[in-house]
């Protein structure tokens, strides 16, 4: 398993996000949007933060603790106006 480096919220703009699925597995993708709206539940209501794990473009994972404020089909918003791609993102808890 690759080392998962830990990132403040407000260096995520300066990354590059590639264009692939981190996620082979169709179960797991459907997972995980489940678990992104439920993050955005969780943020909305009680400001309750969750950790995101996302790989890069370079294939490096960081680690964030965060409050999700929306999820759409293609990205994630931040707080901030910070955006991740959803298919960049490997797990949500």
Excluded: C
Excluded at 32 to 56: C, H, P, W
Excluded at 69 to 91: E, M, Q, R, Y
């Amino acid at each position: 398993m690759k080392t998962i480096e830990t990132i403040q919220k407000e260096s995520i703009s300066q990354l590059t996000f590639s264009k692939k699925e981190v996620l082979v597995d169709p179960e797991e993708r459907k997972q995980r949007m489940a678990d992104l709206y439920r993050s955005q539940t969780l943020g909305n209501l009680l400001q309750s933060k969750v950790k995101l794990i996302f790989e890069t473009s370079d294939g490096q994972n960081y680690q964030v603790d965060t409050t999700v404020w929306a999820v759409g089909n293609d990205f994630i918003s931040l707080k901030g106006g910070i955006t991740i791609p959803v298919h960049a993102i490997l797990k949500v808890t």
